[in-house]
C-alpha cells in the first residue's frame, strides 16, 4: 500500500497536508504515488512566448519537489491532456506538454535523468513486478 497525492496547482508543493503526507509515509516506511497531476489552468499553447514562465511556476517546483523527496516518491503519474476539449473540464487548460516546444524539451531532458524510470526501461522489471504470479494470486 502506498500513499497517494495529487498535485494540481504549485502552492500545493508545500501544504501542510502535503508535509504531514511525507511525514507519515517516513514513519510508516510507505511510499508515495503522486498521481493525477496536472497544471490546472494552464495553457501551455498560448502564449508561447510565457513557456519559461510556465516551467518556472510549476514545473520546476514540481520535479524539485519530487527530487527532495526521493526516499519516499517512487511513482508520479502526469495528465497530459487538452482539458477544455472535455466539457466536464472546462478552462483546466491545456496540459499537453507536446504542444510546447519548450516546455517539451525540458520535461524530455527530465524524463531521461536516472531519477525517473520510463516505459522504455522495463519498469514491472526494475520494481520486480512479476505478472505471472499477480495472476496466479488473483486465482
Do not use: C
Amino acid at each position: 500500500m502506498s500513499i497517494r497525492l495529487s498535485y494540481r496547482q504549485a502552492s500545493w508543493y508545500g501544504a501542510t497536508r502535503k508535509t504531514v503526507a511525507f511525514d507519515i509515509a517516513r514513519e510508516k516506511n510507505k511510499p508515495i504515488f503522486i498521481s493525477e497531476t496536472t497544471p490546472r489552468h494552464r495553457y501551455l499553447d498560448e502564449n508561447l512566448h510565457i513557456s519559461a514562465m510556465h516551467w518556472e511556476d510549476w514545473f520546476q517546483p514540481f520535479f524539485d519537489h519530487i527530487e527532495e523527496n526521493q526516499d519516499v516518491v517512487k511513482a508520479i503519474s502526469y495528465i497530459n491532456a487538452d482539458w477544455d476539449a472535455e466539457s466536464m473540464w472546462s478552462h483546466w487548460g491545456d496540459t499537453r506538454v507536446q504542444v510546447n516546444p519548450l516546455i517539451l524539451e525540458r520535461w524530455m531532458e527530465k524524463m531521461s535523468q536516472p531519477t525517473y524510470v520510463n516505459r522504455s526501461d522495463k519498469p514491472y522489471e526494475i520494481i520486480g513486478f512479476n505478472f505471472a504470479e499477480e495472476e496466479h494470486e488473483r486465482e
